[in-house]
């Protein structure tokens, strides 16, 4: 009985030792994310048990500062990665145009989805006010207007290269 005990103990191992959890965050800045490790800050809003999968290379996350759009990085929705952009000083392909409709396409959707993200206040981006209620900050209105300012210039992009074609 104990051999049947270690057999299948011993049977186990494997098992355990390739799960993975996965792990749902919400970060300080009120942004969700998956991750297999729990950055420090974040709050587990879920645990799930991952399947093994070969780890696919990602790509890296822009350098911490503001997007082109002049947006902080740090704020909700900006883990969101889109394809690279081409380098500064490095001309386009002949007869190619800058940039095509399907990745406009898409830095219009992250943009978007950035804005609908960034809505929500961050901490101290509220200021309560003598009577009870509260106010938004300007700090609050100048990064939903940079986030703007980017979906309405992505948007312009994106007429351009439509009528480009």
Same mark, same amino acid.
């Given at each position: ?10 049977? !186990? ?5 390739? !799960?993975? *959890? ?7 800045? +009120?942004?969700? *994310?998956?991750?297999? =490790? ?7 809003? &879920?645990?799930?048990?991952?399947? !093994? ?8 996350? #822009?350098? %911490? ?7 902080? =990085? ?7 990665? =889109? ?9 386009? #392909?002949?007869?190619?145009?800058? /940039? ?27 200021? +309560?006010?003598?009577?009870? +209620?509260?106010?938004? =900050? ?6 939903? %207007?940079?986030? /703007?300012?980017?979906?309405? %210039? ?8 439509? &009528?480009?074609?």
């Amino acid at each position: 009985m104990l051999r049947l005990i270690f057999v299948m103990c011993l049977a !186990s191992v494997p098992a355990l030792a390739s !799960s993975q *959890m996965i792990y749902k965050i919400q970060m300080p800045d +009120g942004s969700v *994310m998956f991750s297999d =490790t729990v950055p420090s800050g974040g709050k587990i809003l &879920e645990e799930r048990e991952a399947k !093994s999968t070969p780890r696919v290379n990602t790509v890296p996350a #822009a350098p %911490a500062g503001k997007s082109a759009s002049g947006a902080p =990085t740090g704020s909700p929705g900006a883990n969101i990665q =889109t394809a690279p952009a081409p380098r500064p000083g490095m001309p386009a #392909a002949k007869g190619a145009p800058p /940039e095509s409709v399907s990745t406009l396409e898409r830095e219009l959707a992250v943009a978007k989805r950035r804005l609908e993200l960034g809505r929500e206040p961050l901490p101290g981006e509220r200021r +309560g006010l003598a009577g009870g +209620g509260s106010r938004l =900050t300007p700090e609050y209105e100048a990064r939903i %207007a940079a986030m /703007e300012r980017d979906v309405a %210039a992505t948007e312009a992009k994106l007429k351009k290269a439509y &009528e480009s074609r």
